[in-house]
T-cell receptor
C-alpha cells in the first residue's frame, strides 16, 4: 500500500527566502507525482506534475524534482512571497493508476 | 478557465439521514474522483469512476457510499445513512486522462453531521 510522507509539517520563513519542501513515498512503482496547493477552506490547485520518466519540472518560481528510485521528491520555491502562504500537498498515483494518494502536507507561512 | 463545480458548499444533516453531494466535472473530462478531508487530516481517496463504473474504491468507501453519473454532466456521491464520523470536506475531481493528466478539484462540500 502506497504511503506518502511530507516533511516538515509546518514551515515559517521571511519573505524572499528560498525553501525546499520534501516528500517521500514507499512504493517506487509510481506513474506520476503531483504537487498541489491548498488555501484554507478551498479546493486543491495543481502546481506541477512530474511523469515517472522525468527528473524535474519547473513553473515560474517553482521547481519540483523526482528521484523515483529513492522514493523522494522535493518542491523548491524561489524568492518566497506572502502570497505563497498555503498548504502544499504531494501526491502519487497508485500502482494501478486509479487513485492519487496524498501526503498530509506542509503548511507554509511567509511573513512580510 | 473551465472548473469543477460542487454544490452545496455546506450541508448540515442529522445522523442517519441520507445526503447527496453533487459535482459538475469539466465537460470533456473522462475520469472522476471523490476525496474527503476530515478537519486537520490528510486528503483521503474514496473512489474513482470511469466509463460509468467504479475503477477503484478505498476501504472507506463501504456499502453506505455510492456514486452515480445520472446524466452527461453531473457526478454524485450518496451517503445512505450518515454517521458523525462522516463529517468532513468532500472534494470532487476530474481529469482528462488517467496517469498523464493532472486532477482538477472543486472547492468542496463541507458536510456536518449532527
Amino acid at each position: 500500500k502506497q504511503e506518502v510522507t511530507q516533511i516538515p509539517a509546518a514551515l515559517s520563513v521571511p519573505e524572499g527566502e528560498n525553501l525546499v519542501l520534501n516528500c517521500s513515498f514507499t512504493d517506487s512503482a509510481i506513474y506520476n507525482l503531483q504537487w498541489f496547493r491548498q488555501d484554507p477552506g478551498k479546493g486543491l490547485t495543481s502546481l506541477l506534475l512530474i511523469q515517472s520518466s522525468q527528473r524535474e519540472q519547473t513553473s515560474g518560481r517553482l521547481n519540483a524534482s523526482l528521484d523515483k528510485s529513492s522514493g523522494r521528491s522535493t518542491l523548491y520555491i524561489a524568492a518566497s512571497q506572502p502570497g505563497d502562504s498555503a498548504t502544499y500537498l504531494c501526491a502519487v498515483f497508485n500502482q494501478a493508476g486509479t487513485a492519487l494518494i496524498f501526503g498530509k502536507g506542509t503548511t507554509l507561512s511567509v511573513s512580510s | 478557465e473551465p472548473e469543477v463545480t460542487q454544490t452545496p458548499s455546506h450541508q448540515v444533516t442529522q445522523m442517519g439521514q441520507e445526503v447527496i453531494l453533487r459535482c459538475v466535472p469539466i465537460s470533456n473530462h473522462l475520469y472522476f474522483y471523490w476525496y474527503r478531508q476530515i478537519l486537520g487530516q490528510k486528503v483521503e481517496f474514496l473512489v474513482s469512476f470511469y466509463n460509468n463504473e467504479i475503477s477503484e474504491k478505498s476501504e472507506i468507501f463501504d456499502d453506505q457510499f455510492s456514486v452515480e453519473r445520472p446524466d452527461g454532466s453531473n457526478f454524485t456521491l450518496k451517503i445512505r445513512s450518515t454517521k458523525l464520523e462522516d463529517s468532513a470536506m468532500y472534494f470532487c475531481a476530474s481529469s482528462l486522462g488517467q496517469m498523464a493528466f493532472t486532477l482538477h478539484f472543486g472547492n468542496g462540500t463541507r458536510l456536518t453531521v449532527t
